[in-house]
């Protein structure tokens, strides 16, 4: 499969979402989409590598699906703020790099 860059990820989703009179969610009801996932996440961590088992019942998920669901809900937020993922990772990435540079104790380069 090839990979794609953020902005097309971005065009992907737009083009998907654009096919709808609804459009894109309010921040709001999209910020509590993202904590349903997250917590869909967690549920799924937690089934995985902690001490809860998963009931019989219980639909089989996993970790790579819901991960793409916060991935898919990040990418409707932020096109719907007009937020390139990109330029924010670049961002982000600046922050770490400086503010965080001696936070952590680095691996020997022998």
Not at 24 to 51: D, K, Q
Not at 54 to 64: R, V
Request: charged letters at 35%; hydrophobic letters at 35%.
């Amino acid at each position: 499969m090839k990979e794609k860059s953020l902005a097309e990820l971005q065009r992907e989703v737009d083009d998907y979402i654009s096919q709808f009179k609804e459009g894109y969610f309010s921040p709001l009801s999209m910020l509590a989409r993202m904590s349903e996932e997250v917590g869909e996440l967690a549920r799924e961590v937690n089934h995985t590598y902690g001490e809860k088992p998963k009931k019989d019942s219980e639909p089989d998920n996993s970790i790579e699906l819901e991960l793409g669901d916060i991935l898919f809900i990040t990418i409707c937020f932020a096109n719907s703020l007009g937020i390139d993922l990109a330029e924010a990772h670049d961002k982000v990435m600046h922050k770490f790099s400086t503010r965080d540079a001696n936070r952590w104790s680095k691996k020997d380069t022998e």
